[in-house]
């Protein structure tokens, strides 16, 4: 059997692991804090918080951005429900949006959506491919958007414009005109679950970038206060001698990242440019020369002048096919013995979104992309004879549906 997107644990990372068990400190600590200054000079940002999860990151930034009852957030109807989700949390709008040819969330599409209302616009770099983020901008910076935008305390005030927060999941080390993600929008949020790029297990990193008189830094102490109960010390400055008084300034969350994912991340990140994306790189080209010469396959974009992808998974469509003819293509894959998948099941198809009265016919390019993708396996330990396992078993599948 070919899994479809086991992690990357070797001796390295059981050292690294073990290590931090030996070291006595085990949860937020000096690992963690290393971590998020490696993070910020990889992506150039300029100042990073680790957290549990990416969904955990979303939150804490729409509740830094007082997100409430009566705002809006354009989210792309193509993506995982965390990023949905996160907004219902608020007691915020979900605004879906359709997507483009590239899985992207649709330029347009945004504008149309945006109201008075509207405080955020969350677009999600799927696949790894990062947004058209110049576009989007300058979208938001527009003299009539700022001019419908109504601030409704300091912050939003202070940033004056719709806020761009992008759901950075999949695209840690992604390229946008030679900037990284992580400093391409005013807050990326990255993912460290166990099947992305980089992992940490659980995980996740808010890499702030705010425009001035933002002050990064300071923004970034407030956001760690509150992703630990609002609690004026965390654990490692408690323990110091004659410290153990603290303060507790707002009702915080609970999702600080421990020294025991850190430990893990650091391993990663070292070896992340050379090594991991690298051999990403080599099983999408792989793909691309074998499906290329398929009349039936829709290949993903992943590489142009002005982007590269962090080869997060690969996204193959079968031309001309519905959805149900996709659904036992993939049984037939899975017949042989490979697991694939497909990224994502549009959020109006879910049954809470669809009883909340979404329309998934409001999102045709979305559910045109979905109908026709599977998803193949792309990991570390994915062999060249294990890719020719992939391939030979789609094209099976395809032959065997679609003549
Ligand atoms: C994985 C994923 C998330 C959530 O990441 P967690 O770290 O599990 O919270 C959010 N958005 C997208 C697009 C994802 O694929």
């Not at 957290?51 to 193509?78: C, K, M, R």
């Not at 419908?148 to 005109?177: C, E, T």
């Not at 999702?255 to 790189?281: F, H, P």
């Amino acid at each position: 059997m070919i899994p479809f997107s086991p992690p990357r644990i070797d001796q390295k990372i059981l050292d690294a692991v073990c290590d931090t068990l030996r070291s006595g400190w085990i949860t937020t600590g000096p690992k963690t804090r290393l971590f998020e200054e490696k993070l910020t000079e990889f992506s150039g940002n300029a100042a990073t918080l680790c957290v549990n999860s990416a969904t955990a990151g979303l939150e804490i930034i729409l509740h830094w951005f007082g997100l409430q009852e009566g705002d809006e957030v354009i989210v792309p109807a193509y993506t995982y429900c965390s990023t949905a989700n996160v907004v219902v949390h608020c007691g915020a709008k979900v605004v879906f949006v359709d997507s483009g040819e590239d899985f992207l969330i649709s330029l347009k599409a945004i504008e149309k959506a945006i109201t008075p209302r509207t405080k955020v616009i969350m677009p999600v770099d799927l696949a790894g491919f990062p947004c058209d983020y110049d576009e989007i901008l300058s979208l938001v910076k527009r003299k009539e958007i700022r001019a419908l935008f109504q601030p409704r305390n300091d912050r939003q005030n202070q940033l004056g414009r719709i806020m761009v927060l992008s759901d950075s999941a999949h695209s840690l080390g992604a390229w946008y005109k030679a900037k990284r993600a992580g400093s391409l929008t005013d807050v990326t949020v990255f993912s460290f679950h166990a099947v992305k790029n980089l992992t940490t297990a659980e995980g996740g990193a808010v890499c702030l970038n705010l425009p001035e008189p933002f002050d990064n830094n300071q923004i970034c102490n407030g956001l760690r206060i509150k992703s630990l109960h609002g609690q004026t010390k965390d654990a490692l400055s408690k323990m110091q001698i004659g410290s153990w008084r603290y303060d507790i300034i707002e009702p915080g969350f609970k999702c600080n990242m421990t020294d025991i994912q850190s430990a893990m991340g650091l391993v990663e990140l070292e070896r992340y440019d050379n090594d991991m994306l690298a051999k990403r790189k080599h099983i999408f080209q792989e793909y691309d020369k074998v499906f290329s010469t398929y009349g039936w396959a829709q290949l993903p974009v992943y590489e142009t002048e002005e982007k590269k992808s962090s080869y997060h998974v690969y996204l193959l469509r079968i031309k001309g096919i519905t959805e149900e003819q996709r659904d036992r293509i993939i049984r037939k894959i899975f017949d042989r013995e490979v697991a694939v998948n497909v990224h994502f099941v549009p959020l109006p198809m879910m049954t809470y979104y669809k009883n909340a009265g979404y329309r998934m016919e409001d999102y045709p390019v979305a559910y045109d992309n979905y109908s026709r993708e599977i998803t193949l396996p792309v990991y570390y330990d994915l062999s060249d004879p294990m890719i020719k396992e992939v391939t030979d078993a789609v094209i099976a599948a395809v032959k065997s549906v679609i003549s």
